[in-house]
């Protein structure tokens, strides 16, 4: 079993997202936040029912929830479904 969710792996995977994936931040904002004019965004941190953004929002800091469609069991649970929800993402018009 992978490591479980403690805020200091809430920590590790969004340091990993927002230095390597800033990309794929912004289209969780778009596609499951719903704020389609953001421009970037961070991960602030990271729960088994979800993600809590920092985007950028019509030039406005603007705080964002997205939630997992399941509740996520550790830390290699997060890594496939980041990935998943990123493919995701990818496939709706922007």
Do not use: W
Request: charged share 20%; glycine share 4%.
């Amino acid at each position: 079993m992978a490591d479980p969710l403690t805020p200091s792996i809430s920590d590790r995977i969004c340091k990993h997202m927002n230095e390597d994936h800033a990309e794929a931040i912004v289209l969780y904002a778009k596609a499951y936040a719903g704020a389609t004019s953001t421009t970037a965004a961070e991960m602030v941190s990271i729960d088994a029912q979800g993600m809590n953004l920092m985007a950028q929002v019509e030039g406005a800091a603007t705080p964002l929830r997205v939630e997992f469609d399941h509740e996520l069991q550790d830390s290699e649970d997060a890594h496939q479904t980041l990935i998943a929800m990123v493919r995701q993402a990818r496939t709706q018009p922007q």
